[in-house]
């Protein structure tokens, strides 16, 4: 049974070796060039997914390719392992988060493992492990002491349920982003990151990543939002208080006929008038529930209400009614709009709503709009008209003039408005990195000294999931003397959001190990950036936006010289499966449908879409058992060949068969030809020979490398090498070289072994070397070994397929044709016909046009 391909021995057989030789892990001492390579890290809930199998297998092809190809490559993991699951684990399980955190980081290890992953586990941590909170900690207090970190009064995302806030970012419909229950906003003191005095920055350096995808770059500068245009105040009658406005569009103040607010401006309550005060609050209580989002999209219904006051159009003097509008954001601009109906389609279909004026300011040419007839806002150029002394010009030279005319009036100023909002890092929970700030009646707000860095979570803690954080109910914790004065003082409750550990955590593996400051300077300088980073879309205005920021602000304290923490993106594809599902028993798992049948009740089973595998559509594929039917290679070699990495990839079972079959084809074509096969130290000797076998061994090399090589066409590279296994079953081994035999058979190996390290390296071992794969490093091709001396020619009658014949590639067209009349099989085609005419494709095919 020595020749038979038993997956579970083969690949405990290597795993173990690497894990006890340590293979995977390097230093920057190394003196080949770096390259850094990471998955976006896991949160430890206990079991991996195809998810993880599909991510982790992608940038294992990488670094092990990397690595034959000579670099020192930096390959951790680690565990993103602070949030909301642990404390609900803990409510249900009755354990401390903590334990049920390192339990699972233990199991999913081992389930890593398994599929035999190049990491350095060397530098493994936990977000949650004391040390990193101290140096989290400590760089909050130097981003503290710079004014990168603040406190303020701000009405936040507020999620019940988890008795927590959330960032923008986290809200999805209207609804919590981890529990899926409805958000309101809620004012709070919060802590702040200045992320906005990056802003430029962020925006300017996205058109420098060249290997990131258009559409991450897109979302985040959609989501920093930069415009140029006019901050103009509004006074409201009968009243000192002013509207601060922003617009992009100064060219169309004169046709101002209402203001609309976002429910959250501050203004909202002084504005509203005891007769609208009971509409206004059922209004803004309604909004507070929609999503920020949908709020802004143009299906959105426009709502609004009045508040019973009035403002005054600072150029016509005019009295303009003040609306809250459920399409106005405070997130963005000055959360107040000068409502323009004539020429803003939301505004337009605002006021048709509510019988508001339409004033025309721009004309466009060859046409006089009528404000009661128009159907639609005019949103294109044209020129100026109801607009006092502005008349006659064109909308974009008004643009300039009314702007610098509310300037030198004091009336407004121009301005640079972004949509990005500064990172509200508060959270009302306990399991995550408490911030290092202690309050004193006498001395204010005092950071905690670094010499009693960390601040530990207490381990005694009672969670409830009620009464928000425990932390804030815990008197020994909140108990502290005051560092400044030494009085009795109150310690604070909340702790980071947990986007603050993932924020620089690729930084950390550069020196995991350094016990004094967060990064080793030369380390880090080392390796940073990190050269290719893979993850999903869905962060790309959430982590990847806030690591970009984090690493400039690591750079301005000095820890590090890099500026961004990315080279490369790539944003991988979810796994999807048709899911299954009963009227009456709701969704299914496959083993519950017999004969597209529900085994409970026996009535048809309706199929679902194909999305993304999920629990809740219990369309799931435990990679375990898969694993363990088929082994960590075949799980691997599935993943990356189904479909290209950035593509969403749909289960296949027999997919999963069709691989497996493949390896050990693979495996059969090595053993079944071992004592065919020339020496391998004579393969060098080839150069200059030619064979089919040959020439198709270097062009696999040449197209694979290529396929791998940063354009990570894995799956038509694991084609073109199932291509070279089946022309190596189909050469006559009796005729053919066995050192040529050799190189293909080696060359399928080295070729496959980033993507099926087990077998590969077992067969590497059976076909006579000691050391591994890597340190033979990557084939290389040989040009001359890709030249053609002959071709295949299709012969074509009257546009049918009807021989094929091979000729010598400098063979003239004459020669060409009259070989191709000659051809038995086509002769019979064209017998008793008249020939009309032949088409040649140089190096491709020959039609012969008869009639008769």
Known sequence: MENQYISSEIEEKWQGLWDKNESFKVDELDERQKYYLLEMFPYPSGRIHMGHVRNYAIGDVVARFKRLQGFNVLHPMGWDAFGMPAENAAIEHGTHPGKWTYENIDSMRVQLKRIGLSYDWSREFATCDVEYSRWEQLIFLRMLEKGLAYKKTSNVNWCNDCQTVLANEQVEDGCCWRCNNLVAQKELDQWFFRITQYADELLDETDNLKGWPEKVLAMQRNWIGKSYGCEIDFVVKDSVEKVKVFTTRPDTLFGATFMSLAPEHPLVNSLVSEEQRIEVEVFVAEVSRQDKIDRTSGELEKKGVFTGSYCINPLTGNEIPVFLANFVLMDYGTGAVMAVPAHDQRDFEFARKYQLSVQVVIQP????????????????????????????????????????????????????????????????????TPIPIIYCDSCGTVPVPEKDLPVKLPMDVEITGEGGSPLARHQDFLAVDCPCCGAPARRESDTFDTFVESSWYFARFASPQHELAPLDRKAANYWLPVDQYIGGIEHAVMHLLYARFFTKVLRDLGLVDASEPFTNLLTQGMVCK??????????????????????????????????????????????????????????????????????????????????????????????????KLGSSSDIASLAGTTSDLRRKTHQTIKKVSADVDGRFHFNTAIASVMELVNAIYACDKEQEQPLVLREAIESVVRLLSPFVPHICEELWERLGYEGGIEKQGWPTWDDAALVTTEIEIVVQVNGKVRSKIKVAVDTDKETLEKLALSEQNVV?????????KMISVPGRLINIVVSG
């Open 365 to 432: 040419e060859a046409e006089t709009l009528d404000p009661d007839k128009m159907q639609e806002a005019m949103t294109g150029t044209g020129t100026l008209v109801n607009s006092g002394r502005f008349d006659g010009l064109s909308n974009e030279d008004a643009k300039e003039k009314i702007a610098s005319f509310l300037d030198d009036n004091k009336q407004g100023c121009k301005s640079i408005n972004y949509r990005l909002r500064d990172w509200g890092v508060s959270r009302q929970r306990y399991w995550g």
């Open 828 to 836: 019979r085609f064209i017998e008793g016909k008249q020939v009309r």
């Open 578 to 675: 048709e899911s299954q599902r009963c009227v009456d028993h709701g969704w299914l798992y496959p083993e519950q449908v017999i004969d597209g049948k529900c085994s409970e009740c026996d009535k048809p089973v309706e199929l679902g879409r194909t999305e993304k595998m999920s629990k809740s559509k219990k369309n799931v594929v435990d990679p375990n058992e898969l694993i363990k039917r088929y082994g960590a290679d075949t799980a691997r070699l599935f993943s990356l060949f189904a479909a290209p990495p950035e593509k969403d990839l749909e289960w296949n079972e027999k997919g999963v068969e069709g691989c497996y079959r493949f390896l050990g084809r693979t495996w059969r074509a090595v053993h079944d030809n071992l004592d």
